[in-house]
């Protein structure tokens, strides 16, 4: 279990290039089976408008997963992230079509730590809205 | 309505065991969109020097607020689910999770505050083995809106 990226290759304000990552209806349907939240205003637009949201809204499990994703595939191992936070400042609204919305991440080396640890901070836009903000990373690199 | 307080540092530990499947791994990396490998195949995970398949970052969402759950459904506490959305999520890894983990989670409810015309509640969830090896901690808070208008 060893990162792909070597620490001593990674400097402070590096970029990490940036990924689209759609979201569909049937992603929020299969996210709830998978995740066990069936709260209905992440499939139910009537029950979803009746409680005030402007549409269906993707979990906010389902942002933080993509911003994991990228992570990952950055990289190269799941297992060399030691910490992952956000906050949810903004909702992704998915229209009931083929399109979907989509959920663009973003990364730069914010900090290097001791033990080969890195500190990535993340930021993740759907639409003009910042839908992820004080998301971090702490990544183990080889 | 305002959130009940007294909930404050209580906490609710799982009555059983959670045991990770590699077909539970598989359908949560399917369900958001990844195809590692890693995820999905034994053998791609030893090769990567992992005992067998890799839960993703955010898995264990899907089972550490069980035992929580509880806590967040007890008419006492007040908390209006159709106006519940997520405000913050944390975890901390002290190794990743393996197909063939059988974990336990402890949570406790650690804040409620408001915030504006929202009420927010943090949950701090341990994830240990059974036999006690700590796993990962979460670190969940949930926003009711207009909980505290």
């Known amino acids: 279990m060893t990162a792909t990226v070597k620490y001593d290759e990674v400097e402070v304000g590096q970029q990490i290039p940036a990924a689209d990552y759609t979201v569909r209806r049937l992603d929020l349907v299969m996210y709830a089976g998978a995740s066990g939240d069936f709260n209905q205003i992440h499939w139910n637009e009537r029950f979803a408008k009746a409680v005030g949201l402007p549409d269906v809204i993707a979990h906010g499990m389902f942002t933080m997963a993509q911003g994991g994703r990228f992570v990952t595939d950055w990289a190269g191992d799941p297992g060399a992230v030691v910490d992952y936070g956000v906050r949810f400042s903004s909702m992704v609204v998915v229209p009931d079509d083929d399109q979907g919305a989509v959920i663009t991440v973003s990364g730069v080396i914010e900090e290097k730590l001791d033990d080969k640890r890195v500190v990535v901070a993340l930021t993740a836009r759907s639409g003009d809205a910042r839908v992820l903000s004080k998301a971090r990373a702490v990544v183990r690199l080889a | ?149």
């Open chain 2, 1 to 149: 309505m305002a959130l009940n307080r007294d909930f404050v540092g209580r906490t609710y530990a799982s009555t059983t065991p959670y045991e990770v499947s590699r077909v539970k791994i598989r359908e949560f990396a399917a369900a958001i969109g990844d195809h590692n490998p890693i995820y999905r195949d034994k053998e791609a995970a030893q090769a990567a020097g992992h005992p067998d398949v890799v839960a993703p970052p955010t898995f264990p969402i899907a089972f550490s607020l069980q035992s929580g759950g509880e806590a967040l459904a007890d008419p006492d506490l007040g908390l209006n689910f159709a106006m519940v959305v997520h405000g913050e999520q944390r975890f901390e890894y002290h190794r990743p999770i393996y197909a063939g983990d059988e974990l336990v989670t402890s949570s406790t409810i650690t804040d409620i505050r408001s915030a504006g015309r929202n009420e927010l509640l943090t949950v701090r969830s341990d994830i240990t083995t059974v036999a006690g090896e700590p796993v990962c901690v979460s670190y969940n808070t949930i926003v009711e809106r207009g909980g505290a208008a």
